[in-house]
């Protein structure tokens, strides 16, 4: 038997190239996640900024008993705060592609 004899099989499929992504657009779930980063960065940062200008207030007043021992956790509530907003400001406007 040779070649020329055999049946001929079934076309193979035909394979289509990849979607080339978009270039210059971030992703859904880039977006979806840094809207949530700016969300919970902003309530940190006010809530951590508002409790450290309390603080420095109450400390700067006289016979006010503080030597800021108590002003550590609003400042770093202030810092991850803005951690977390500059991670999602970066994640909105971040470009994929090269």
């Known amino acids: 038997m040779s070649d020329d004899d055999r049946a001929p099989g079934p076309e193979p499929a035909p394979v289509r190239p990849p979607m080339p992504a978009l270039r210059g657009s971030p992703s859904t779930g880039n977006i979806v996640g840094g809207v949530f980063l700016i969300g919970c960065g902003l309530c940190l940062l006010l809530a951590g900024g508002s409790c450290?200008?309390?603080l420095v207030m109450l400390m700067t007043q006289?016979?006010?008993g503080s030597n800021g021992t108590e002003l550590g956790l609003p400042v770093a509530v202030l810092i991850v705060g803005l951690v977390a907003l500059v991670i999602g400001i970066r994640l909105v406007?971040?470009?994929s592609g090269g």
């Open 52 to 54: 450290t200008v309390l």
């Open 62 to 64: 006289p016979n006010s």
């Open 93 to 95: 406007t971040k470009r």
